[in-house]
Nanobody, 115 residues
Framework: QVQLVESGGGLVQPGGSLRLSCVAS????????MGWFRQAPGKQRELVAT???????NYADSKKGRFTISRDNAKNTVYLQMNSLKPEDTAVYYC?????????WGQGTQVTVSS
C-alpha cells in the first residue's frame, strides 16, 4: 500500500505564503510523478501543479508565478510553495502520486486565505 500524508495547511492572510509538504511511504519503489490538486467548496477538484521523477514541472495556467512545486526524491516528499495568496486560493489541497500505473491521494490539508 501507499500512504501520502500532507502537512502545512492553515489560515493565512491575503498576500501571505504557505508551504505544503507531502510525504509518500509504503510500497513506493516505482513512484513516478507527484502533484498537487485542490478542491474549493462547491467546485470540482482541479490541478495545481505536477512534477515528474526527473523534476520536470507542469502548472495550471492560473498558478504560474505564484506557486512553485518541488520534490526531494531521497525523502519521497513533494512540496508546494504558495506565495501572494488570495482568498480564491482557499481550498482543500490534495497530494497525488502515481505509483506504477495507479494514482494515489492524500487525505487533504485545508488552506484558508482570509483577513
Amino acid at each position: 500500500q501507499v500512504q501520502l500524508v500532507e502537512s502545512g495547511g492553515g489560515l493565512v492572510q491575503p498576500g501571505g505564503s504557505l508551504r505544503l509538504s507531502c510525504v509518500a511511504s509504503g510500497s513506493i519503489f516505482s513512484i513516478g510523478a507527484m502533484g498537487w490538486f485542490r478542491q474549493a467548496p462547491g467546485k470540482q477538484r482541479e490541478l495545481v501543479a505536477t512534477i515528474t521523477i526527473g523534476k520536470s514541472t507542469n502548472y495550471a495556467d492560473s498558478k504560474k508565478g505564484r506557486f512553485t512545486i518541488s520534490r526531494d526524491n531521497a525523502k519521497n516528499t513533494v512540496y508546494l510553495q504558495m506565495n501572494s495568496l488570495k482568498p480564491e486560493d482557499t481550498a482543500v489541497y490534495y497530494c497525488n502520486a502515481v505509483v506504477g500505473i495507479r494514482p494515489y491521494w492524500g487525505q487533504g490539508t485545508q488552506v484558508t486565505v482570509s483577513s
